[in-house]
């Protein structure tokens, strides 16, 4: 135990491995059994051999086969749940067996671990979609963690987080808030760092969301320098929130190469499908997107609920309307289930986003400013801001440009503060255009004439269908040249994707 504090892993679970011997030599199976789950933890959480982690598991339960109820059976039951929910992503599953471990620490002890399955129950129910029963039981396990009732910091520590990452996985932001600084404190009175380590990655999330993207930088970078040296596994996980926020701060160079460093894992797949969409490859987005919900399994709602929006909007881009109502219903579902604000936000804007393709501004400004509304009150000003640039260019087509002018004031005030830059230039560009040109039309169809000749090229061959990579070889360029031509003509038009550029020059008989 002494090792797990001080961080020095590969001692501790050499540490175990003895004592476990040591308890079989004397014919303790209980004693043998929990550390036998302690090393199935071990092996997962610091290693990532998950197969070694089942080899303990499945020891554990055998040794505990025909001994009477024990502290050691609630320990298994509990662990089995936590690899059902984390790894497995089977909520059905980890929500019975919490119940299990919940009930057996409820009759032979201890009452800690009875507080622990009561949380990981709480965390299946969010992730199933039963948030307001979930919360209840996260908020009394939390309540009872940090009161002082409980007496086993890992315990303690552990219940916090799951409430903190179910916080996250409904926007309940405001709650999320709540619980965080006292989590935090519990961390530096105990010097529990491996603690904070596990709930860092959802309050980075959460600062990311706020707007507080400085301190979620710092937030990000000490985790990852903090489990590069304990935690290799986690890594990935770092790179992936971080290139989140150079997504949203417009250094898409960097995110994609933050993305490409963390290898496999499935939220790195949907921070692709974001970025591609950012981008205007609105067909790559909704395949990436597409790829991501394939692996994240259908009652794993929460779960689903980014990469249903990324698919939704990329479908938009598209021009596909009708295949973006899948999507879109079952997330509207979702979040009629869930019932949190940003999540509703988060329909209200896509919503937006299909009404104005389908041409019924009027319909769409509603939603866009519904939007927009939801999520400043639930303070996450980035979405805020994009949800008014987005009710701006539907006001433009109804010809409100009074409306319109505010609309993109507040959002080009909360980009700059944000340090969202390619967002920011966009609502000045906009704005400059109003200045520029009090009268007649303005937006995508007049900066056209803006583009370069080599701009123009590249967006016909676009229009063929043509990738990037069969562009660059037609051009005799490379692709990445491909690639900054195609960001600059969705820069200076103000479009979204790709299918769109397309759509306006043809409109515009520039094809």
Known sequence: MACWWLEDYATGIDARERAYRLFRQTGDCRAAARAAIWLSSDYADFRGETAVANGWIERAERLLD?????PEHALLAYQKAHVALMGQRDPVAARRLSQEAAAIARSVGPADMEMLGVA???????????????MSRLDEATAAATAGELTDPGMIGTACCYLIRACEQVHDYDRAAQWCERVREFARRWKFTHLFSACRIQYASLLTLRG?????????EALRRHVERVQPRVVPIALIRLADLRRRQGRWEEADALLAESGSHYLGVLGCAALALERGESIKSAELAEEYLQRVPTNDRTERVSGLDVLARARIAEGHLDQARVPLDELRGIADTIGTEPLQATVAHADGCLLAAAGDHRAACTRLEESADLFERNRTPFEAARSRLQLAHSLLALSRRDPATIALRAAGTTFERLGATRHAGAARLLLQELDLKPHGPIGPAARLGRLTAREIEVLRLVAQGLSDKESAVRLKLSEHTIHRHVGNILTKTGLPSRAAAVAQAARSGLL
């Open 66 to 70: 025909g001994v009477a109820p024990s």
């Open 212 to 220: 507080e993207w400085a301190e979620a930088e710092r937030e990000i």
């Open 120 to 134: 990981l129950e709480g965390l299946a129910m969010v992730t199933e979609g039963e948030v307001a029963e979930g």
